[in-house]
């Protein structure tokens, strides 16, 4: 569980604006293609703040 853990810290995270600048998009446009399923749903970290795994981007970018 540790392992897990530790390698889930160093993996990067994505904010709304990192991902709205990676597809040229407005946060508008964001909201929809999450409430679609076109882009994976974001965790929400304990600080509340909202985060994409890119690792979770990648794949399903890869997935198409």
């Known amino acids: 569980m540790e392992k897990a853990v530790a390698a ?7 904010t ?7 597809y040229g998009i407005s946060e508008r446009t964001l909201d929809r293609w999450v409430a679609s399923g076109k882009l ?3 965790m929400k970290l304990r600080s509340g703040a909202v985060r994409w795994c890119a690792l ?8 198409k």
């Not at 889930?8 to 994505?14: D, I, R, S, T, Y």
């Not at 709304?16 to 990676?22: A, C, S, W, Y």
Request: hydrophobic share 40%; no cysteine; proline share 12%.
């Open 16 to 22: 709304r604006q990192d991902v709205v600048e990676l």
């Open 8 to 14: 889930w810290v160093n993996v990067p995270k994505l």
């Open 40 to 42: 994976p749903r974001p």
């Open 56 to 63: 979770e981007i990648i794949k399903h970018e890869f997935s």
